[in-house]
């Protein structure tokens, strides 16, 4: 074999896999933003350059969103056809921003609504859940740093369902659900101070600074403080650190 037809073997082989490669690349998620040819999803939608759903196009499904339409497609859609419960949410601007729009069904000519070649961002959901509709993901950080912060626990199973529907289904904010988990028993009970508990944030506060347990005719103004002013064990440790025993110990 001769160099020449070595040169040109090799040549074939390599277009050959990068042919292959870029067929995966074409039906993956990550390519949805390029013009091209796709099978249509089950719950989405398809974004034609050209009216009646004619031309390239790209698909994406329900739950996905593009901040900016990639160069070569921005201000270039003509036409969009709606699959399953999807809709979809166009915008003027990129990052969602500008004059918007929606459609919950096949639109064959973007001319007619005013949206010809306009087109900069776009969110397609499940109908009914609105353009801001948060992923499952996303909800389920927001109630676990709710619990965290609030009932410092991780949440229970049955805690985690109940928000995770209420800001998916329902549309409610990380404050709502805050709001909600401060009406709970829990945290009443958490956040309500008693005797008990304040005589406990006493008795930590003088093991940490005098190292020793409180002599309790002695902490009771503290306590009363803890109480009465809602004192904090940070409050009773600066005012410990004022009194002769700290000093001397010092």
Known sequence: MTMRKVVLRTALVAVSALSGLLGLALSSPAMAQSWGSYRSPHDGACFYKDPNFNGDYFCAEA??????????MNDKISSIRVFGSAEVFVYRDVRFEGQSSHFESDIRNLKNEGW????????VRTHGRGPNSVRPEEAERIVRRAYEDLLDRAPDSSGMRLYRSRIIDEGWSEAQVRDSLR????????TTMTPAKAQDIVRRAYQNVLRREPDYPGAR???DRVLRDHWSQQD?????????????KG
């Open 221 to 223: 103004g503290y306590i």
């Open 63 to 72: 739950g996905e969103e593009f901040r900016e339409i990639p160069d070569g």
């Open 116 to 123: 010809d070649d306009v087109i900069s961002s776009i969110r």
């Open 183 to 190: 009406q709970s028993p829990e945290y009443r009970e958490k």
């Open 236 to 248: 009773v440790e600066r005012e410990l650190r004022k009194s002769p025993e700290y000093r001397n």
